[in-house]
């Protein structure tokens, strides 16, 4: 188990093994199907995508007293379709559930980035691992806007890391 503090280097990144636990603590973004849309679409997206991961996910409404409600993450391959303009435009981690397609492996291999698996079904206990959650693009979208996570020990698996490890094809 690796103890990561976000942002996190590329020099961290090359050191990530496919299988891996993580326990993730700091700044990601949240951002799904129709934010991805407008982020593909404008010149830039509005956070730094080099370094603040990406995470896949849409959070319910948050309960009296609480930062955010159940905020598990979506399937990624879902996601395929914005992808590639993603990583031309910087992403270089991701954070989402199940198999993505040979290309997309291909593209990430390619651009350098690395596809970090956060367990499905486990939206309530990811949501006692967020601090804070900032709406920070597209309000208007509800749950789907883009918003800046703080998080706390997040568990996650590298499925993708740098070097061809995919915890899909073992």
């Known amino acids: 188990m690796r103890f990561v503090t976000l942002p996190v280097s590329q020099e961290t990144l090359l050191d ?14 949240a951002a ?13 997206v ?14 319910s409404p948050a309960p009296p007293g609480h930062v955010i409600g159940s905020c598990g993450p979506t399937t990624s ?8 303009q993603m990583l031309r435009m910087g992403m270089r981690t991701v ?3 199940g198999e993505m397609s040979s290309g997309i492996r291909h593209l990430f291999l ?16 990811a949501s006692t ?22 998080l706390c020990r997040l568990p996650v698996f590298v499925a993708w890391d740098l070097h061809g490890g995919n915890i899909f094809s073992r």
């Open 46 to 59: 509005p956070f730094d995508i080099g370094t603040i991961p990406v995470f896949y996910m849409g959070p």
């Open 129 to 150: 691992r967020i601090k804070s959650k900032k709406i920070i693009a597209w309000e208007y979208l509800g749950p789907e806007a883009v918003s800046l996570l703080e």
């Open 32 to 44: 799904r199907d129709a934010a991805h849309s407008l982020m593909t679409g404008a010149e830039s």
């Open 95 to 97: 954070i989402g559930k």
């Open 16 to 29: 990530l093994r496919a299988g891996e636990q993580v326990i993730l603590s700091g700044t990601v973004a």
């Open 77 to 84: 391959s879902r996601m395929e379709q914005f992808i590639p």
């Open 110 to 125: 390619e651009y350098g980035a690395v596809y970090l698996a956060a367990t499905g079904g486990a939206g309530a206990l």
